[in-house]
């Protein structure tokens, strides 16, 4: 068994919405596929997977680097003792040959489009879907009646008002979700809680709306959102600040009663133990928002579940970044605390196939083969032409 080739494009995000800091008009991501010389029905096994939703492409990378490197490779050092899959850590040790510790950046990204391709691939060569090879690899049940979940939105627009946000989280409603999130940091703080106001008349109660600042607060405007938004008790209080000053979060959770959320941009096992150390999370409270698909995939995510778990937290305390498939499966193999969804904004990525199943606060993959990325109807021409 061996690898055929390997594919990059960069997809385009739809849409024209922002956070905080960031607009996503112009926004991609690297779609990848890896072919191999197993047939199916006549035609060869292709693992697909992406880098993720939130940070640009990294084709340069891929193409220059990465990628040569993994064609280059003997094709039974990437096997793993069975010789029947393949071993994602050896994939990923083989596509990092002569990187340097430290920079993680863009690299970390670019590796775990890669990276997850593997898991995708070794599933549908088992004719099984993503989250049982992945339970079964770490030694773990899975959650497979499903994981808790809520749906991510609440942008802002360029004909931004608190009717479209009430609107649109009634739409995420009537599909099902029960709790949701929205962005803050856009405008100012009296208009920021105006449209948490707005907001909870969906959400119906503090714990079923978390907030998201993404990084753009300093310590004084952190804590002057923390004391306005007490009284709403919230699910969370998301990315306060810059995601590496450990130190504004420590001080903010000392300041906060309620829960806080961060971990989306941290792509290593240091910058995590970091976060542990230094950041001023809290057992059995806050939430760690890590994302293999921007973190050199899920063998280095898996080793960040097992570092805060050695630091006395539990991995419920985990909610992947991102919104979609891919980190569906990993929450309910690795029996995380639930995921995210994006069901109305970043497509074709964000979001669910019609067939997962959501309600009563939780999701379900379907039994697709591997991650299911070809049940989704906006992905499946791009998945196509990567497989053409």
């Known amino acids: 068994m061996r690898i055929t080739a390997i594919r990059e494009i960069a997809v385009p995000l739809e849409g024209n919405v922002a956070n905080a800091l960031v607009s996503f008009a112009e926004h991609d991501v690297s779609l990848v596929a890896i072919e191999t010389d197993v047939l199916r029905n006549g035609k060869p096994v292709i693992g697909y997977a992406f880098d993720s939703i939130g940070r640009y492409a990294q084709s340069g990378i891929l193409r220059d680097r990465l990628i040569p490197r993994l064609k ?4 039974d050092s990437l096997l793993d003792a069975s010789g029947a899959l393949f071993d994602p850590e050896k994939v990923l040790r083989t596509i990092l040959r002569n990187e340097k510790p430290g920079g993680h950046g863009d690299r970390a990204a670019a590796a775990g489009a890669l990276e997850l391709a593997v898991w995708d691939l070794n599933a549908k060569l088992k004719d099984e879907p993503a989250h049982v090879t992945i339970s079964r690899h770490f ?20 004909e931004e008002s608190t009717q479209r946000l009430v609107d649109e989280f009634k739409a995420y409603r009537e599909l099902g979700f029960d709790a949701f999130k929205m962005k803050i940091g856009g405008a100012d703080l009296d208009k920021d809680l105006a449209r948490i106001e707005a ?8 714990q079923r709306l978390a907030v998201d600042a993404n990084g753009r607060f300093d310590l004084g405007t952190a804590l002057a959102y923390a004391e306005a938004i007490t009284p709403y008790d919230l699910r969370w209080y998301e990315e306060i600040g810059d995601p590496l000053d450990f130190d504004l979060n420590r001080q903010v959770a000392e300041a906060y009663s309620g829960r806080i959320a961060t971990g989306e941009n941290l792509f290593s096992v240091p910058d995590v133990k970091n ?4 950041g001023g999370m809290r057992p059995g409270k806050d939430i760690f928002q890590m994302d293999a698909g921007l973190a050199y995939g899920l063998t280095e995510y898996s080793r960040m579940i097992d570092l805060i778990e ?9 909610y992947p970044h991102g919104g979609h498939l891919i980190n569906l499966h990993i929450a309910v193999g690795l029996e995380l605390g639930g995921c995210e ?9 964000g979001g669910y196939p019609s067939g997962c199943g959501i309600g009563g606060g939780l999701v379900r993959p379907t039994d697709a083969a591997g991650f299911g990325l070809e049940e989704k109807d906006a992905l499946r021409p791009w998945l196509t032409s990567l497989a053409d």
């Open 72 to 75: 280059s490779a003997a094709p």
């Open 139 to 158: 030694g773990r049940q899975g959650k497979r009646n499903g994981v808790n979940v809520y749906a991510a939105g609440g942008y802002y627009y360029p």
């Open 199 to 206: 907001a909870l008349t969906i959400a119906g109660k503090g």
């Open 275 to 278: 976060l542990t150390l230094f």
């Open 310 to 318: 050695s630091h006395g937290f539990d991995r419920a305390q985990a």
């Open 341 to 349: 969804a994006y069901p109305g904004v970043f497509q074709p990525f």
